[in-house]
Nanobody, 115 residues
Framework: QVQVVESGGGLVQAGGSLRLSCAGP????????MGWYRQAPGKQRELVAR???????DYADSVKGRFTISRDNVKNTVYLQMNSLKPEDTAVYYC?????????WGQGTQVTVSS
């Protein structure tokens, strides 16, 4: 079981910014696709952004132009920079790594955006 650990969540006002971090083993993070997902109360978990080992990125329509996913293979960390946050971005955010057909999750970090 690969351990990835999220950090950086918190409470922010609408229009503000947060940066989430996901750290894990270099041997895993540097070569496998990574993604950020979120789950709001009463809703299903959804993809927010993902990045391949080659740096290709993909975003949910709801966050395009506001969020940026990136990876630093030296620091063994994947980031999610979130700008222009909205109350509807409030959720628990999870980092996940895809290893073959398996998706392994972090424990999640709460992001709360107040209006």
């Amino acid at each position: 079981q690969v351990q990835v650990v999220e950090s950086g969540g918190g409470l922010v006002q609408a229009g503000g910014s947060l940066r989430l971090s996901c750290a894990g083993p270099r041997s895993i993070l540097s070569i496998n696709p990574m993604g950020w997902y979120r789950q709001a109360p009463g809703k299903q978990r959804e993809l927010v952004a993902r990045i391949t080992s080659g740096g290709y990125t993909d975003y949910a329509d709801s966050v395009k132009g506001r969020f940026t996913i990136s990876r630093d293979n030296v620091k063994n960390t994947v980031y999610l920079q979130m700008n222009s946050l909205k109350p509807e971005d409030t959720a628990v955010y999870y980092c996940a790594v895809d290893i073959g057909l398996q998706r392994q999750w972090g424990q999640g970090t709460q992001v709360t955006v107040s209006s």
